[in-house]
């Protein structure tokens, strides 16, 4: 029988092989930290879902940045 | 039913908003407003929040101002392409209680791989982990119903072809209903990778076919809302 690991590497046959409760619970940390890190709940952009308005405005956060940037940019 | 049901069932979404499949009518309706009233929840975007447009396939769109939501965003649909009514669904669900007591009814898996089946490329790798985690949760107890969702729904090579081969019966019964189990009993990875992806590009241009009235009512609602 296929092994999760040999498929789909060791990151994602971990995540497997927790319960769904176990699931819930690491991705509400997750969240937690996203938050803590002035994440923004606005969804991503996503031109292909059937929602998508090109035209409507998107809330911004207080301090009027978006909530990743970059803040050292490396040579290519 | 979207990326909080996706983790629960072995896939990872990040998801910043939270959908609900709801029932619509009169009494559920009422309840719901109230319910939206109490998150301090408004419509963002259109349709606006009535039966008319939820019963027709439209999703509605709300953001949360009570402080302990404030900004979460909420969609809400009753009906979804290929998917079966919502009392059906509703008979079907999966009942999550989490550590803290909630109770969180969710989409069964075989209905949430259905209602995934959208024209986003975003949905289609997740599609794939759901089966995938449930076939390598329950490949050892290989019950048949279980077997037959795997032939249905796997969008994985190496294990459609390691399903027919414990199910050869089985999957020759459905290759009518799925024609590419044909190359995954032939064990030919390569031909049903290219057969996996055909059958892909129509359920998403079945999504668009689905999508387009709806979407013209959209652009038409919006023109009127300016």
Redesign the interface.
């Known amino acids: 029988m296929i092994q999760p690991e040999e498929l789909v590497g060791e990151e994602w046959a971990e995540w497997y092989r927790l319960t769904p409760v176990e699931r819930w619970l690491e991705s509400e940390k997750l969240w937690q930290t996203y938050l803590a890190l002035g994440g923004s709940l606005d969804p991503e952009s996503d031109t292909q879902s059937p929602f998508f308005d090109s035209k409507a405005p998107r809330s911004r956060l207080a301090h009027g940045r978006t909530s990743v940037r970059v803040l050292r940019r490396g040579r290519v | 039913m979207g990326g909080?049901a996706c983790?629960?069932?072995?896939a990872?979404e990040?998801?910043?908003?939270i959908d609900f499949a709801i029932l619509a009518n009169g009494t559920n309706f009422a309840r719901l407003k109230n319910a939206l009233a109490e998150l301090d929840a408004e419509v963002i975007?259109v349709p606006p929040f009535s039966l008319k447009y939820l019963r027709k396939g439209h999703?509605v769109?709300f953001?949360c101002r009570h402080p302990e939501a404030a900004?979460?965003?909420i969609d809400l649909m009753t009906k979804m392409r290929g998917v079966d009514s919502f009392s059906k669904l509703w008979a079907r669900r999966t009942t999550?209680?989490?550590?803290d007591g909630t109770r969180c009814d969710l989409l069964s898996l075989p209905d949430l791989v259905q209602a995934k089946k959208t024209?986003?490329?975003?949905d289609w790798p997740m599609l794939r982990?759901l089966v995938?985690?449930h076939f390598?949760?329950h490949?050892r107890t290989h019950r048949s119903a279980h077997v037959k969702f795997w032939l249905r729904e796997l969008r994985?090579p190496?294990?459609l072809i390691?399903a027919t081969r414990k199910a050869p019966v089985a999957a020759r019964r459905l290759t009518s209903r799925r024609p590419l189990l044909h190359q995954a009993l032939a064990g030919d990875a390569r031909a049903l990778q290219v057969a996996l992806r055909r059958e892909e590009e129509l359920e998403r241009a079945s999504d668009r076919g689905y999508?387009k009235p709806?979407?013209v009512e959209?652009e038409s609602l919006?023109h009127a809302k300016v």
């Open positions: 909080q983790v629960f069932y072995g990872a990040f998801s910043r908003d975007a999703a769109h953001r900004g979460l965003r999550m209680a989490l550590p024209q986003r490329d975003k982990r995938e985690a390598f949760d490949a994985t190496e294990l390691e999508w709806l979407k959209l919006r």
